[in-house]
């Protein structure tokens, strides 16, 4: 059903590109039109706030990028932003265009803007989830997240073939500098010996150990998922840390900013295209300050506040599954 009331709606990608961002994009623009509002383009995230980057799409302007990684609106860290002046300049901008209201599709560090736009100026505004690390409380799943995890173990079944062949422990390190969803979904699915988080206290002897008796009971290879965040160090410094207690080849694969693009996967198209659609809705219902989770399978509106000041907790009895397959 369409909604009564026409607005204008504001649309922007901040912080990290994730793979489902254009999906997203794609969903908010075709049912707001369809809903009876005007939807605008904001390009390069806040900074494009800040400098009137502004342009009013329409469902034209979406067509063939479902499929695509990154985002057509582009996206920025914009430290002017976090400044009263530079949030007071944006809203100038919007009003300009007649926008009143706002929907994000980022991390914490966005929804942080928007919120403080939101109180300070009473504009409506709507977030939505977009990071490959998975850290935000209010969801199951971020966007972006399973093409992440997907990209990573694939090169760690790659990386398997090589470290088999040379009989080699391999330390591979991936994105997640505060939470270790993306090291522990793909350490698991690329069968990994082992796995270093920021939320769990890692003993390296007891790694070595493990990895030691492996090799000892015929194991031509092992994997070790590192988390960029992980406080026992970064991937090299773990090498130099595991060298001292055993004697083999030891290899280091960081796999960077390669886990961030290319075709989202099937999951990712759904959870972007769903929440998309969900946000204009609860801008339709006058919902604001929220962002657009999925909880169990079910839509869950969030207050933006609850996603940086609860801490969403990692699994860690799955590393009781770890032990036992990695014997």
Aim: aromatic share 8%.
């Amino acid at each position: 059903m369409k909604n009564k009331t026409q607005k204008r709606i504001g649309l922007l990608t901040s912080g990290g590109d994730s793979s489902g961002m254009n999906a997203c994009i794609r969903a908010v623009v075709r049912t707001a039109v369809f809903q009876g509002h005007r939807i605008y383009g904001i390009y390069k995230g806040y900074q494009g706030l800040l400098d009137n980057l502004i342009k009013e799409m329409s469902p034209r302007n979406v067509g063939g990028i479902i499929n695509t990684g990154g985002t057509i609106l582009q996206t920025s860290r914009c430290k002017e932003f976090f400044t009263a002046s530079g949030r007071k300049r944006a809203f100038e901008n919007m009003k300009q265009h007649g926008i009143n209201a706002l929907i994000v599709i980022g991390g914490d560090g966005s929804f942080h803007g928007l919120h403080k736009m939101i109180k300070e100026f009473r504009i409506q505004g709507i977030g939505l989830p977009g990071t490959i690390d998975n850290d935000l409380y209010g969801t199951d799943f971020t966007i972006g997240f399973d093409t992440a995890i997907n990209t990573a173990m694939e090169a760690i079944d790659k990386i398997r073939d090589t470290a088999t062949s040379h009989s080699r422990l391999f330390i591979v390190e991936v994105m997640g500098r505060d939470s270790g969803y993306l090291a522990q979904y793909c350490g698991i699915a690329g069968g990994a010996e082992d796995i270093l988080i920021p939320e769990k206290k890692d003993d390296i002897r007891k790694i070595a150990q493990k990895l030691e008796a492996g090799f000892h009971k015929g194991k031509k290879s092992s994997i070790l998922v590192v988390s960029e965040g992980d406080e026992t160090g970064n991937a090299f410094e773990i090498k130099e840390q595991i060298r001292k207690l055993v004697d083999w080849e030891i290899r280091v694969s960081i796999l960077g900013h390669i886990q961030r693009g290319g075709s989202p996967s099937a999951v990712d198209r759904f959870l972007a295209t769903r929440m998309g659609f969900e946000s204009v809705i609860a801008v339709n219902e006058g919902r604001t300050d929220k962002m657009v989770g999925i909880v169990n399978n079910q839509i869950k509106l969030t207050p933006l506040e609850q996603t940086w000041t609860r801490k969403k907790k990692i699994d860690l009895a799955f590393y009781k599954m770890i032990d036992a397959l990695s014997i």
